[in-house]
């Protein structure tokens, strides 16, 4: 598929197959709400688990949600054509998440009290997931080689735009108490840890054993065999799980598997480059 089928829009590319100018319109026009809580990813960061988490932080482990509703509808993107569908089934406190950068978010997001969730993950090991997702999505273009997809990646060239420029955006948002900040690793590391920090950010209070819980269901081999969460219900002709999954291998560090001594030489010296005299510190080495 070549690029003249992605939507161009404020200089970031994205797929026909889930937006359209209606629903990029929609998104600038979303009336937010005080209790809505949105997860903000970069593309390939950890937004389906997020998707997963959310209904059950929110609703104190019920797992009717997770188990009846494709992930999608449950929790759907802010951009995507979806939410004009079923925003109006959306129980509040609704949640959604977003690929977003910050500058992108309707002008109700910023009067509203709504909480933000971003979570980031090693810039390596997400472009290695994005390399094997564009073979097997086909509504995005053929990723080429892991050296050419890494050029386009470093460039900005692939859903979304840069990934320092997302990270930059959301950091220096300064929305204060209504951010928080959490990495993949920190999920995968220790789930139950992470759920506490994501309840208490929402004021959820939840009990040891409704962590446990909302852990279990939530860990990659859970998702993994539940149709409502997996993909599998998208057919064939625009995900081909025969190619690679979609729940591939849910791990860290798998970057060290696929990048050459000069690849991550180059790799590095871009992102370092373009993360220069920024404040915050990157919760990762990139060696």
Known sequence: MSSHEYIHYHGLLLPHAAHSTESLEYAQNFSVEDTDVFAVTYPKSGTIWMQEILPLVLNGGDLTPVHTIPNWDRVPWLEEKRLMEVVDKLVSPRALVTHFPFNLMPPSFCTSKAKVINVMRNPKDLM?????????????????????????????????????????????????????????????????????HISDFLGRNLSEEVIQKIAEHCSFKTMKANNMSNFSLVPKVYMDNDKSHFFRKGITGDWKNHFSTEQLARFTSVIRKELEGESFPLPWSLD
Do not use: C, N
Not at 137 to 159: I, Q
Not at 169 to 177: I, N, P, T, Y
């Open 128 to 196: 290695v997931s994005s390399y094997y997702f564009h073979q097997m999505a086909s509504f995005l273009e053929d990723p080429g080689t892991f050296d050419e997809f890494m050029d386009k990646f470093l460039e900005g060239k692939v859903l979304f735009g840069k990934w320092t420029d997302h990270v930059k955006s959301w950091k220096h948002s300064e929305l204060g108490d209504r951010i928080t900040y959490i990495t993949y690793e920190e999920m995968v590391q220790d789930l139950p840890a992470a759920l506490r």
